[in-house]
Each structure stands twice: as structure tokens, then as C-alpha cells.
């Protein structure tokens, strides 16, 4: 079993920045597909970003150019940086992992199907 818990949630303004953490613990190895996704109240689950086993990195056009996803494997934690961010950002941010085998395509929209996730973490962003 593979347990994913992430931090770095929290309240900012409008512009200002974040970081978020997913530590991997259990039974998981190097070799997953790791993303994120966040969730909005009454909205559907939207993928972020992935990151493969060479560090390729896919971002969704809503945050490209304004987070940047990153991982250490021998901290077996992942995480997001996240800058310049708006209201429209606010959401429960979820950490996800997957079996890079699975996927012969990275496609940053399947992020919330990955078989395992973390519980969340909250980002608010007030204007």
C-alpha cells in the first residue's frame, strides 16, 4: 500500500505564493507517475501537473507558467510551487500517484484518476 500526505496549504493574497509538499510513504518506489489535481466546491476535479520517473514535467494551460511541479526521489516527496496566484486558485489540493507503466502518454487531465491520493490540502487565495 502507498500512503500520500501533502502540507503546505493555506490562506494567502492575490499575487502571492505557495508551496506545497506530498511525502510518499509504504510500499512505493521511484517508479511512479506522480501529479496533482485540486478540487473546487461544486466543481469537477482538474489535474495540474505530472512529473515521470525522468522528471518530464506536464502542466494543465491554467497553471502553466505559474507552478512548477518537482520531486525527490531519495526524500520520496513531490511538490508544487505555486506563484502569482488568484482567487480563481482556491481549492482543495490533492497529490496523486500512479503506476508509470500504466501510462505510455502523460496526459495532466487523468491526474485525478491516479490510484493513489493524498486527503488534501486546503489553498485559499483572497483577492
Known amino acids: 500500500q502507498v500512503h500520500l500526505m501533502e502540507s503546505g496549504g493555506g490562506s494567502v493574497q492575490s499575487g502571492g505564493s505557495l508551496r506545497l509538499s506530498c511525502v510518499v510513504t509504504g510500499n512505493f518506489n521511484n517508479e511512479y507517475l506522480m501529479g496533482w489535481f485540486r478540487q473546487a466546491p461544486g466543481k469537477e476535479a482538474e489535474g495540474l501537473a505530472a512529473i515521470d520517473t525522468d522528471d518530464t514535467a506536464n502542466y494543465a494551460e491554467a497553471v502553466k507558467g505559474r507552478f512548477t511541479i518537482s520531486r525527490d526521489n531519495i526524500k520520496s516527496t513531490m511538490y508544487l510551487q505555486m506563484n502569482d496566484l488568484t482567487p480563481e486558485d482556491t481549492a482543495m489540493y490533492y497529490c496523486?500517484?500512479?503506476?508509470?507503466?500504466?501510462?505510455?502518454?502523460?496526459?495532466?487531465?487523468?491526474?485525478?484518476?491516479?490510484?493513489?491520493r493524498g486527503q488534501g490540502t486546503q489553498v485559499t487565495v483572497s483577492l
Open positions: 496523486a500517484a500512479d503506476f508509470q507503466e500504466y501510462h505510455t502518454v502523460v496526459v495532466v487531465r487523468t491526474v485525478p484518476l491516479f490510484t493513489y
